[in-house]
Each structure stands twice: as C-alpha cells, then as structure tokens.
C-alpha cells in the first residue's frame, strides 16, 4: 500500500505544505506585511515556517534544507542576523541564498524548507 500524502492549507493553485514518507516540504513562504523592513519581513518568514513545522508534527530544529530567496544581496547581513537570532545553532540546516525576481516587487524575501517529521 502506498503511503498517503498529507497536504496543509490546500488552495486551488497550491498548498502550503506537503507530508510524505516522514519529510515536510514548505511551500515558498513570504511576508504577511510586506511594507516591513528586511528583518521585519524575515522575522514573519521565519515565524510562518515555525507555525507550519508545527501544524506538521515538526520543528526548525528538523529542517534538512533551506533555500532562501533575496530580492536585493545587499539585505543578506540582516537577514544573517535575524536567522541567526531564530536558527537552532546546534542543528543549523544546509542552506542556499540567492538573488531572485520575487512574485510581488514588495518581497524582499522568500524562504523554502524541508524538514524531517
């Protein structure tokens, strides 16, 4: 019998997130209040993925992977900061920072997990 996957906040073009065969994997979460400053946006990012880890059954100190999306490199020392005030520095994940073009020209930043359950 093939495992059922388990999927959270289901909308009509996607979910926020996925469980399957005992890993998580978030949908790119952004900013509630987008007109907030970098650590401000980063902050609700980073409170979203530590809600939805949560309604999983999951925590950040599980996450196996994050991709982090800037809309500008230049803000990336204070996201730095903001994630290092969050991270479980005993478990810190894998993670990639890049520059992208973001859906909505107010992001300034867009983050993807993967955890284990």
């Known amino acids: 019998m093939t495992e059922s996957i388990r999927r959270l906040n289901v909308e009509p073009r996607y979910s926020d ?16 209040d987008a007109s907030a400053d970098m650590a401000g946006q980063t902050r609700q990012v980073l409170a979203t993925i530590d809600r939805l880890l949560q309604e999983a059954g999951s925590s950040k100190s599980r996450i196996l992977m994050c991709q982090i999306f800037l809309a500008d490199m230049a803000d990336i020392a204070v996201m730095n900061q903001v994630w290092d005030a969050w991270v479980d520095s ?15 020209p107010d992001w300034r930043i867009e983050v993807v997990a993967t955890a284990a359950l």
Not at 17 to 32: E, K
């Open 90 to 104: 005993a478990n810190s994940p894998p993670r990639a920072t890049v520059q992208a073009a973001l859906a909505d």
């Open 17 to 32: 997130a996925a469980i399957y065969n005992g890993v998580v994997y978030l949908a790119g979460q952004v900013p509630d």
